[in-house]
T-cell receptor
Framework: DAGITQSPRHKVTETGTPVTLRCHQTENHRYMYWYRQDPGHGLRLIHYSYGVKDTDKGEVSDGYSVSRSKTEDFLLTLESATSSQTSVYFC???????????????FGPGTRLTVL | GQQVMQIPQYQHVQEGEDFTTYCNSSTTLSNIQWYKQRPGGHPVFLIQLVKSGEVKKQKRLTFQFGEAKKNSSLHITATQTTDVGTYFCAGPGNYGGATNKLIFGTGTLLAVQP
């Protein structure tokens, strides 16, 4: 498995509280992604990064912000968590952008977030 | 918006039976990828298909990319309990004109009874 860790692995929080999830990679890959996984929806892209301080929105970015100050770290922040953000969050990395060849994505172990 | 759908959502088979999952995109794809996610695990890349009509095999798994590059299939011959999991297809997404992110299908959960 690629060197990707996510922290925390599990978190329970209350509605309205801020939450930050961390993704850390040791592969020096340029591209990093945050997905959420919900039953019946597969994996949906929240935000992605194509370099340090370079980020872009995905399919379901409302209510989420990201930051990437170092190649190895990509942070996902829920400014004010809501129950609809209860989900499993996966970080992924890639050596190239998603549409080109050799663009497989390597996924971290996931973070299970529950918002009460 | 762009959608990638998979059928069936769930399939239960007896060990030794064959299994097929189908992936359909609302738009033409430059390539398609397949991932497997074991229960409680994370998605793991299986393969990428690029050419129209392409067929690739990995042991008991056969992947096919449609002629119009809008659909794909994964066929498993003689399933084993180790095949249990959710299989996802994924194609390049189109967000605001940029096609450099993946859209994942809804996934097919395969259960194999010994």
């Amino acid at each position: 498995d690629a060197g990707i860790t996510q922290s925390p692995r599990h978190k329970v929080t209350e509605t309205g509280t801020p939450v930050t999830l961390r993704c850390h990679q040791t592969e020096n890959h340029r591209y990093m992604y945050w997905y959420r996984q919900d039953p019946g929806h597969g994996l949906r892209l929240i935000h992605y990064s194509y370099g340090v301080k370079d980020t872009d929105k995905g399919e379901v970015s409302d209510g989420y912000s990201v930051s990437r100050s170092k190649t190895e770290d990509f942070l996902l922040t829920l400014e004010s968590a809501t129950s609809s953000q209860t989900s499993v969050y996966f970080c992924a990395i890639s050596e190239s952008e998603g549409a080109g060849l050799y663009n497989e994505q390597f996924f971290g172990p996931g973070t299970r977030l529950t918002v009460l | 918006g762009q959608q990638v759908m998979q059928i069936p959502q769930y399939q239960h088979v007896q060990e030794g039976e064959d299994f097929t999952t189908y992936c359909n995109s609302s738009t033409t794809l430059s390539n398609i990828q397949w991932y497997k996610q074991r229960p409680g695990g994370h998605p793991v890349f299986l393969i990428q298909l690029v050419k129209s009509g392409e067929v690739k095999k990995q042991k008991r798994l056969t992947f096919q990319f449609g002629e119009a590059k809008k659909n794909s299939s994964l066929h498993i011959t003689a399933t084993q309990t180790t095949d249990v999991g959710t299989y996802f297809c994924a194609g390049p997404g189109n967000y605001g004109g940029a096609t450099n992110k993946l859209i994942f299908g809804t996934g097919t959960l395969l259960a194999v009874q010994p």
